[in-house]
T-cell receptor
Framework: EAGVTQSPTHLIKTRGQQATLRCSPI?????VYWYQQALGLGLQFLLW???????NRGNFPPRFSGRQFPNYSSELNVNALELEDSALYLC?????????????FGPGTRLTVL | GIQVEQSPPDLILQEGANSTLRCNFS?????LQWFHQNPWGQLINLFY???GTKQNGRLSATTVATERYSLLYISSSQTTDSGVYFC?????????FGTGTSLTVIP
């Protein structure tokens, strides 16, 4: 069974540009989560999608947005990139959105903003 | 929000030694997971353990939800155990990762 996949592996952008990151969940999983791991800040929850709807978001500005498609894949968009957006972005999926649900992570996209 | 603290922050072990990693959380949680992050950044699932005790080979974990902590035990450590260990919790619709324990196992 294929795990969570993410693309691209690496992404280099300049300040002010937009970045789009993609995630495909494990087959059968309907919930997708996005996390940011920036140097010195640990892993922080960004966004949660389930059944095509945004269920919750972490403490990030509105220029971080995304969507979930009918096939449950998801994309994360970061507008007006800033230098501090440089980080590893991790996507996870779970079977559904119920409280007791295990998350499985993809390999991540490393975004560098110059 | 909830605070999730891990201890120790850094740990250096000789191969073959045992260790205990701790995760404390400041409020009640719906679930708790332990992960191992390898040098390439991939998070590997170790345990899904909202309560109770589980074992998987040389690793075991215990969560005492009423006392708001979880422990990860690594026995007979190997160099491949090196990396950062995270606990992660869910409370309501929010998700929090711990501060991590960086483990180095020396041959």
């Amino acid at each position: 069974e294929a795990g969570v996949t993410q693309s691209p592996t690496h992404l280099i952008k300049t300040r002010g540009q937009q970045a789009t990151l993609r995630c495909s969940p494990i087959s059968g999983h309907t919930s997708v989560y996005w996390y940011q791991q920036a140097l010195g800040l640990g892993l922080q929850f960004l966004l949660w999608y389930d059944e095509g709807e945004e269920r919750n978001r972490g403490n990030f500005p509105p220029r971080f947005s995304g969507r979930q498609f009918p096939n449950y894949s998801s994309e994360l968009n970061v507008n007006a990139l800033e230098l501090e957006d440089s980080a590893l972005y991790l996507c996870a999926s779970s079977l559904d959105s119920f409280s007791y649900n295990e998350q499985f992570f993809g390999p991540g996209t490393r975004l560098t903003v110059l | 929000g909830i605070q999730v603290e891990q201890s120790p922050p850094d740990l250096i072990l000789q191969e073959g030694a045992n260790s205990t990693l701790r995760c404390n959380f400041s409020d009640s949680v719906n679930n708790l997971q332990w992960f191992h992050q390898n040098p390439w950044g991939q998070l590997i699932n170790l345990f899904y353990i909202p309560s109770g005790t589980k074992q998987n080979g040389r690793l075991s974990a215990t969560t005492v939800a009423t006392e708001r902590y979880s422990l990860l035990y690594i026995s007979s450590s190997q160099t491949t155990d090196s990396g950062v260990y995270f606990c992660a919790v869910r409370t309501g619709n929010q998700f929090y990762f711990g501060t991590g324990t960086s483990l180095t196992v020396i041959p």
